[in-house]
């Protein structure tokens, strides 16, 4: 066998044995990493993070906000905060009125809320019938304002798409876009609108459909949490994220391994031909 072939040779079989190891440590990973993302720590009441199970962590309180306290039902508005804050909503109703604007106030539950069963059981054990969020909407739905509570519709997604970070309190691209076509659905069925959903969208047509400039557009592209990022994607499902981040893992290690394989056998190949030429 010449060199040539032995090299040939000898690639195929390091190939091979590239794919077979990381095949037999791929179920490994997996295992290893279900494990972990199942564990949650119970909630001590003084630490401003909440360890959750499946790799989601929850912001117990910062220094403007209390989402514990939230999701407990130890805070709920004051009669006069309540009035106060829906008078607000009632105002500006009124003076985007005066423009010929119509408004629809959306309600976005939190993440803690959306997803309560990842939270640890000596905290989910706590969770309010009522809190500030669900006070506050009923109280602009009273009022007569035209409101658009999206605790349901992500209650009932949020198994098969993950909505939010799971590391932060934010909607995530997938939920920005529930949230958009939510929109839509609601503007289209009680305003008359005839907005086109996220899927039908390119992104000429935002332009077109919002009247957004270019450079808001340059800004806007930047926030996926408002849905204008996502604006002309479908919703990929948590599953298929950790899938293809896996794959992708996988390719740039075997390309990685490959490459300097290759450049290992080449340099070899010259040594062997200097040591031929000297004899």
């Known amino acids: ?14 190939s091979a044995f590239v794919f077979a190891v990381l095949a037999a440590a791929a179920p490994v990973y997996r295992h290893t990493v279900k494990k972990e ?16 199970s499946d790799g989601f962590l929850f912001r117990a309180y910062g220094e403007d906000s209390d989402e ?3 999701f407990t039902g130890r805070n709920f508005y004051t009669s006069e905060e309540l009035e106060n804050t829906v008078s ?3 105002d500006t109703e009124n003076m985007l009125g005066s423009a010929n604007c119509r408004s629809l106030f959306v309600f976005i539950p939190s993440k803690m809320s959306v997803y309560a069963d990842k939270l640890p059981e000596n905290v989910r054990s706590k969770k309010a019938a009522s809190n500030k969020f669900t006070q506050l909407a009923e109280a602009a739905r009273g009022e007569g304002l035209d409101v658009l509570d999206l605790t349901g519709e992500f209650s009932r997604i949020k198994n098969e798409n993950l909505l939010f970070h ?3 309190d934010s909607l995530n691209d997938v939920g920005g876009f529930y949230l958009y076509n939510a929109v839509c ?4 069925g009680s305003f008359g609108f005839n907005m086109k959903k996220a899927k039908e969208l ?24 408002y849905g204008w990022y ?32 290759v450049i290992i056998i080449a340099k070899l190949n010259e040594v062997m031909i200097q040591i031929r030429s000297s004899r």
Request: include cysteine.
């Open 1 to 14: 066998m010449d060199l040539k072939s032995r090299i040939i040779a000898s690639v195929c079989v390091f």
């Open 230 to 261: 996502i604006i002309a994607t479908a919703p990929i499902s948590s599953g298929m994220q950790q899938g293809v981040s896996f794959l992708m893992i996988i390719t740039i290690a075997i390309v990685i391994i490959f490459a300097i394989f």
């Open 166 to 168: 799971t590391c932060s």
């Open 88 to 90: 607000a909503l009632r």
């Open 185 to 188: 659905e609601k503007l289209n």
């Open 37 to 52: 993302e199942t564990k949650a720590s119970d909630y001590d009441g003084n630490s401003e993070v909440i360890v959750g």
């Open 202 to 225: 390119s992104a000429e047509d935002l332009l077109h459909e919002f009247q957004i400039s270019p450079t808001e557009r340059a800004v806007m592209r930047y926030l996926p949490s």
């Open 68 to 70: 514990y306290g939230d």
